[in-house]
């Protein structure tokens, strides 16, 4: 027997672990498709943050919907590009994810707010609707409540680059 022959698996191993390590270099982390892109946004009553009064509507113009919570700490750190975006005339709606109301206020008075209206989701269920891993997320809702586009972690200069495109495309 040929003693080449002994090392065709180890040479079958190496070139699967080539393999294997190039396909991990080519993945992207920073997008995870969702199913509901060009799909409705769900359906929901809930109250508002701000007021308490029950809302069950997106604005009929494109707006960025922000899934927020204050026991976030990048929340925190994606606020004030939020409040940036706002003043620059996006309209922006937030979900306060799996938070309590009282504290959710408090912190819209110390950091700024940004939002149009705050949809307060304490047991999380539209989160759940919207596929939400956890805060903050941001969608992409054009004027007839389409999901066009989904981002998880924080909305910076950087990820803001690559979705405004599309977001003026929905204008």
């Known amino acids: 027997m040929n003693r080449a022959f002994l090392f065709i698996p180890l040479v079958g191993f190496i070139a699967m672990g080539i393999l294997f390590w190039i396909g ?8 995870l498709p969702s199913p509901l892109i060009g799909k409705p946004f769900p359906t929901f009553i809930l109250n508002t943050v701000e007021s308490g009064e029950s809302t069950n509507h997106l604005p009929q113009e494109p707006v960025l919907v922000n899934v927020w919570a204050t026991w976030c700490p990048t ?3 994606e606020h004030a590009f939020l409040n940036e975006l ?3 005339g996006v309209k922006i709606v ?3 994810y799996k938070d309590d ?6 912190w819209l008075s110390a950091y700024g707010n940004p939002y149009l209206f705050n949809i307060a ?4 269920k539209l989160g759940l609707e919207l596929g939400v891993y956890g805060a903050p997320e941001t969608f ?11 981002h998880i ?4 200069t950087a990820v803001w680059a690559k979705l405004q495109p599309q977001f003026e495309a929905m204008q």
Do not use: H, M, Y
Not at 121 to 124: A, E, I, L, R, S
Not at 140 to 150: E, F, N, P, T, W
Not at 153 to 156: A, I, R, T
């Open 140 to 150: 992409l809702v054009d004027s007839k409540g389409i999901i066009r586009a989904k």
């Open 153 to 156: 972690g924080d909305l910076n």
């Open 94 to 96: 937030g979900i306060n």
């Open 86 to 88: 706002a003043k620059e």
């Open 121 to 124: 989701d304490p047991d999380g």
């Open 101 to 106: 109301d009282f504290k959710a206020r408090q």
């Open 75 to 77: 929340c925190k750190a």
């Open 24 to 31: 991990l270099g080519q993945e992207d982390k920073t997008s």
